[in-house]
């Protein structure tokens, strides 16, 4: 399986950005989908995430801004990024826990820029 991720780019802060991940290859079902950023020098950290069933959880930093959702038919999910602070950039990235013929696995994205200007 493979994700691919589209959406990222440069908007001043106050703006709105739409990232969008769609999942392809032998997957037999999606579970979990997730966005994770990672700014310089900073770790890796949880943005928001999304069970199979539509439960969400967000990072206390983007509650009230941003919002996770998926289509389970199209293996796809999108996370809309409202009221972006400068403090939001970072590379974003993609994640999948996917069964596919040959059991659990877990995949990332490629990552896409997003850049807040103040």
């Known amino acids: 399986a493979q994700l691919v991720e589209s959406g990222g780019g440069l908007v001043q802060a106050g703006g709105s950005l739409r990232l969008s991940c769609a999942a392809s290859g032998s997957i037999v079902s999606i579970n979990a989908m997730a966005w994770y950023r990672q700014a310089p020098k900073n770790q890796r950290e949880l943005v928001a995430g999304i069970t199979s069933g539509g439960s969400t959880n967000y990072a206390d930093s983007v509650k009230g801004r941003f919002t996770i959702s998926r289509d389970n038919a199209k293996n796809t999910v999108v996370l809309q990024m409202n009221s972006l602070k400068p403090e939001d950039t970072a590379v974003y990235y993609c994640?999948?826990?996917?069964?596919?013929?040959?059991?659990?696995?877990?995949?990332w994205g490629q990552g896409t820029q997003v850049t807040i200007s103040s």
């Open positions: 994640y999948t826990e996917v069964f596919t013929v040959w059991g659990k696995r877990e995949y």
